[in-house]
């Protein structure tokens, strides 16, 4: 098979692949190049999606610098960045494009028509258009969706059976995110037949934070939900601690923002998704054509709950819901 070499794009968190076999699908001595395109900023210490990323390379046999090479690009939370950096993957000549979250899936994917892109957590892959179906995706994209539209209502369900009586409920998201409105609609009818009054506040930047928070104390909110994107979950520490500070119990849709403090959270296991799309990455790698490799739905979901911040917001969940719980955190 011939392998374009074009560019690749990685955003949100991700890693890059390489396989000991790919001498099949690439020249002789030639290491495999994965580009990363990240809309939000470098972490500071380990990644732990970057980390399940690479450990799902390292089980295919892949070693970061030996028969892989991983080159990573940063928007810093600026979205209008992301053409520029997934163009400069393009020139950069990457084999494979990794893509997490869907400000850099349409980046990856408006970049290149040819580059192989492997996106990670898609929120609604078929009905945005980015592949014609979930059996055959069709055209160089492929990898995982995250089934975000269809959770949205299931966490507002949850939020309001670990608070029973809640009637007000906020939610956080960000227009500047495609997928989102998606999540909204969703949010929204689950809230009309739950009978949950919602009050809908937009944040497009980390200064947003504290005004959207200031507007849910003003207009009594009872409950927080978020609809997560890169944004909110490279802020989860600050979004995490103006709700402590607001003693709002909030319903999160990743692990992340409980394991920093976060009352609750139900949703996919990103990590899992990341060591997943390493096997994508294997398969491309070897001659495999994305538009023929199935795009994967989420098989692992979490409910993650951490009781000693239901205990300091003043909170007794209800033993139903405790039961429902693959972790609780005391």
Not at 1 to 20: D, E, K, Q, S, Y
Not at 93 to 119: E, F, L, N, Q, W
Not at 306 to 322: C, I
């Given at each position: 098979?011939?392998?374009?070499?074009?560019?690749?794009?990685?955003?949100?968190?991700?890693?890059?692949?390489?396989?000991?076999?790919?001498?099949?699908?690439?020249?002789?001595?030639?290491?495999?190049?994965?580009?990363?395109?990240?809309?939000?900023?470098?972490?500071?210490?380990?990644?732990?999606?970057?980390?399940?990323?690479?450990?799902?390379?390292?089980?295919?046999?892949?070693?970061?610098?030996?028969?892989?090479?991983?080159?990573?690009?940063?928007?810093?939370?600026?979205?209008?960045?992301?053409?520029?950096?997934?163009?400069?993957?393009?020139?950069?000549?990457?084999?494979?494009?990794?893509?997490?979250?869907?400000?850099?899936?349409?980046?990856?994917?408006?970049?290149?028509?040819?580059?192989?892109?492997?996106?990670?957590?898609?929120?609604?892959?078929?009905?945005?258009?980015?592949?014609?179906?979930?059996?055959?995706?069709?055209?160089?994209?492929?990898?995982?969706?995250?089934?975000?539209?269809?959770?949205?209502?299931?966490?507002?369900?949850?939020?309001?059976?670990?608070?029973?009586?809640?009637?007000?409920?906020?939610?956080?998201?960000?227009?500047?995110?495609?997928?989102?409105?998606?999540?909204?609609?969703?949010?929204?009818?689950?809230?009309?037949?739950?009978?949950?009054?919602?009050?809908?506040?937009?944040?497009?930047?980390?200064e947003e934070?504290?005004?959207?928070?200031?507007?849910?104390?003003?207009?009594?909110?009872?409950?927080l939900i978020?609809?997560?994107?890169?944004?909110?979950?490279?802020?989860?520490?600050?979004?995490?601690?103006?709700?402590?500070?607001?003693?709002?119990?909030?319903?999160?849709?990743?692990?992340?923002?409980?394991?920093?403090?976060?009352?609750?959270?139900?949703?996919?296991?990103?990590?899992?998704?990341?060591?997943?799309?390493?096997?994508?990455?294997?398969?491309?790698?070897?001659?495999?054509?994305?538009?023929?490799?199935?795009?994967?739905q989420p098989?692992?979901?979490?409910?993650?709950?951490?009781?000693?911040?239901?205990?300091?917001?003043?909170?007794?969940?209800?033993?139903?819901?405790?039961?429902?719980?693959?972790?609780?955190?005391?």
């Amino acid at each position: 098979m011939r392998l374009t070499t074009v560019g690749i794009i990685v955003t949100f968190t991700l890693a890059l692949l390489a396989v000991p076999h790919a001498s099949k699908a690439q020249p002789p001595g030639r290491v495999p190049r994965i580009g990363m395109l990240w809309f939000g900023s470098p972490v500071v210490g380990p990644s732990p999606h970057l980390e399940a990323f690479r450990q799902g390379l390292r089980e295919l046999g892949y070693t970061e610098g030996q028969n892989i090479v991983i080159e990573t690009r940063h928007a810093a939370m600026r979205p209008a960045l992301l053409p520029d950096l997934a163009a400069n993957l393009v020139l950069s000549k990457v084999d494979v494009i990794v893509a997490a979250g869907d400000p850099a899936i349409y980046a990856a994917r408006h970049a290149t028509s040819t580059i192989p892109i492997v996106m990670v957590a898609g929120a609604d892959p078929v009905g945005s258009g980015l592949v014609a179906s979930l059996a055959r995706p069709g055209g160089n994209l492929t990898g995982s969706s995250a089934l975000s539209p269809e959770l949205s209502g299931k966490r507002l369900q949850l939020l309001t059976e670990a608070l029973p009586g809640v009637s007000r409920v906020a939610v956080l998201w960000n227009p500047a995110d495609p997928a989102k409105a998606l999540d909204v609609r969703e949010t929204q009818a689950a809230g009309q037949a739950l009978g949950v009054q919602l009050q809908l506040l937009e944040v497009r930047g980390p200064e947003e934070f504290e005004s959207a928070f200031a507007a849910m104390t003003r207009d009594r909110a009872e409950a927080l939900i978020t609809l997560g994107d890169p944004l909110t979950v490279s802020h989860r520490m600050r979004i995490v601690d103006l709700a402590a500070k607001s003693r709002l119990p909030t319903m999160y849709d990743v692990r992340e923002f409980v394991e920093a403090g976060g009352l609750m959270a139900y949703g996919p296991s990103l990590a899992d998704l990341f060591r997943r799309a390493a096997a994508y990455v294997d398969k491309i790698l070897k001659g495999g054509k994305p538009g023929t490799l199935p795009v994967e739905q989420p098989m692992k979901f979490e409910l993650i709950i951490d009781l000693k911040t239901a205990r300091a917001l003043g909170l007794t969940l209800p033993q139903s819901v405790l039961f429902l719980a693959d972790q609780v955190i005391q």
